[in-house]
């Protein structure tokens, strides 16, 4: 397979991924924004595309993620080492997002740090759901341990 084919394969798999696929080069400028981030995020690939990654983080975890983008982006590694987490994101709509995402480091053909690239997944329904059943199940604890035994 000549390198021509396996970049536009791997174009075609970016683009067709059902994850949102966001690459960022090393100052937290999105270079790729697949279709999927486009429905999840509600940011069309032509809107994110130049764009700073505070398109989408929400500016009270401004800090600590350029934090913990820099410290990945000078080691090498991320805290999390690939493993996915729970966040809040920005929408275009500025409805509450949660997002599942995992993040790498990216490196170029000569061993050199080139960006981050995160794969997400929308959350939002899951968490809020995750969330309600906690609430109930803490509202039925309380309701048991404020109700005398029966042996009393």
């Known amino acids: 397979m000549t390198s021509e084919i396996q970049l536009e394969l791997a174009r075609a798999m970016i683009e067709q991924a059902a994850d949102a696929i966001i690459f960022a080069d090393v100052h937290g400028v999105i270079q790729v924004w697949n279709r999927a981030a486009a429905l999840i995020f509600g940011f069309e690939?032509?809107?994110?595309?130049?764009?700073?990654?505070?398109?989408?983080?929400?500016?009270?975890?401004?800090?600590?993620?350029?934090?913990?983008?820099?410290?990945?982006?000078?080691?090498?590694?991320?805290?999390?080492?690939g493993r996915a987490t729970i966040t809040r994101a920005l929408c275009k709509s500025r409805q509450r997002l949660y997002v599942e995402m995992s993040f790498a480091v990216v490196r170029g053909s000569a061993g050199t740090i080139v960006g981050s690239v995160a794969v997400a997944l929308d959350a939002t329904v899951r968490f809020e759901e995750e969330r309600s059943r906690r609430e109930r199940s803490g509202e039925s604890e309380q309701r048991v341990l404020a109700k005398p035994s029966s042996g009393e």
């Open 45 to 81: 690939a032509t809107q994110a595309l130049g764009q700073s990654l505070n398109l989408i983080i929400p500016e009270h975890l401004r800090a600590a993620h350029w934090a913990g983008f820099h410290r990945a982006i000078e080691s090498g590694k991320t805290r999390l080492a």
